[in-house]
C-alpha cells in the first residue's frame, strides 16, 4: 500500500534519515481459518520490504524490521514464532537490523506468566509493553546494554493515535525485568 502511495517515497526522499523501520501489519498475506487471521504467506512483504530497503540504502539510512507480537496476544504462539522467523529471514537477506518483540514478549511472559503486556484484545501492547518494545529498540539502535531509562510509558486505548498520550509511571521492579529481558534477547 504504501510503496503505491507516491507521498511515502517523497516523504523518504525529503530528510536526512538514520534509520528508517519497516513493520508489515503482523499478517503476512493472512490466511482465514475458522474466523482466525493466521500467519499468511511471506513473499509479498519479502518484495516490497527488498525494495523500500533499496530506497532507504540510497538515502543513506539503514532498515530496521520491526516484527510486532499480537499473535502472542491473541493466543497464537505457533503463529508468532511464523512471523519471527520470517522476518528474521528477511533481516539476514538484506542485511538489516530486526527488533525481536515475539522473542522479547514470549521470554517475558515465560519468566513472569502473570504480567499483563497487552491491552484488551491481545492485539495490541499496553504500556507496560509498549515499554518493553521501546527498550528493544534503544538496545538496538544505540547498541548499549540497558541499565537505566526513564520510568514512564504511555497507554492508548483507541485504534487512532491520539494527540495526548495518557503518560504512565512504571515501577522501578517492572522496568527492571523488562530491562533485563531486553538485554537478553538477540
Given at each position: 500500500?504504501?510503496?503505491?502511495?507516491?507521498?511515502?517515497?517523497?516523504?523518504?526522499?525529503?530528510?536526512?534519515?538514520?534509520?528508517v523501520v519497516?513493520?508489515?501489519?503482523?499478517?503476512?498475506?493472512?490466511?482465514v481459518?475458522?474466523?482466525?487471521?493466521?500467519?499468511?504467506?511471506?513473499?509479498?512483504?519479502?518484495?516490497?520490504?527488498?525494495?523500500?530497503?533499496?530506497?532507504?540504502?540510497?538515502?543513506?539510512?539503514?532498515?530496521?524490521?520491526?516484527?510486532?507480537?499480537?499473535?502472542?496476544g491473541?493466543?497464537?504462539?505457533?503463529?508468532?514464532?511464523k512471523?519471527?522467523?520470517?522476518?528474521?529471514?528477511l533481516a539476514?537477506?538484506?542485511h538489516?537490523?530486526?527488533?525481536?518483540?515475539?522473542?522479547?514478549?514470549?521470554?517475558?511472559?515465560?519468566?513472569r506468566?502473570?504480567?499483563?503486556?497487552?491491552?484488551?484484545?491481545?492485539?495490541?501492547?499496553?504500556?507496560?509493553?509498549?515499554?518493553?518494545?521501546a527498550s528493544?529498540?534503544?538496545?538496538?539502535?544505540?547498541?548499549?546494554k540497558?541499565?537505566?531509562?526513564?520510568?514512564?510509558s504511555?497507554?492508548?486505548?483507541?485504534?487512532?493515535?491520539p494527540?495526548?498520550?495518557?503518560?504512565?509511571?512504571?515501577?522501578?521492579?517492572?522496568?527492571?525485568?523488562?530491562?533485563?529481558?531486553?538485554?537478553?534477547?538477540?
Amino acid at each position: 500500500m504504501f510503496w503505491h502511495d507516491s507521498r511515502t517515497l517523497k516523504k523518504l526522499r525529503s530528510k536526512t534519515w538514520d534509520y528508517v523501520v519497516l513493520q508489515e501489519r503482523g499478517r503476512l498475506d493472512g490466511i482465514v481459518k475458522h474466523g482466525v487471521v493466521h500467519v499468511g504467506r511471506p513473499q509479498i512483504f519479502f518484495a516490497y520490504a527488498a525494495r523500500f530497503n533499496r530506497e532507504i540504502k540510497k538515502v543513506g539510512a539503514k532498515t530496521v524490521l520491526y516484527c510486532p507480537p499480537s499473535f502472542l496476544g491473541v493466543g497464537l504462539p505457533g503463529d508468532a514464532k511464523k512471523l519471527h522467523a520470517a522476518h528474521a529471514m528477511l533481516a539476514r537477506k538484506l542485511h538489516s537490523a530486526m527488533i525481536p518483540s515475539v522473542a522479547a514478549f514470549s521470554l517475558a511472559l515465560k519468566k513472569r506468566p502473570d504480567l499483563k503486556l497487552y491491552e484488551r484484545g491481545g492485539h495490541h501492547p499496553n504500556s507496560l509493553g509498549t515499554y518493553l518494545t521501546a527498550s528493544l529498540f534503544y538496545k538496538k539502535l544505540f547498541r548499549k546494554k540497558i541499565s537505566n531509562l526513564p520510568l514512564k510509558s504511555y497507554s492508548s486505548r483507541s485504534q487512532k493515535l491520539p494527540k495526548n498520550p495518557k503518560t504512565v509511571k512504571l515501577s522501578r521492579t517492572d522496568a527492571q525485568f523488562l530491562w533485563s529481558i531486553a538485554n537478553q534477547v538477540k
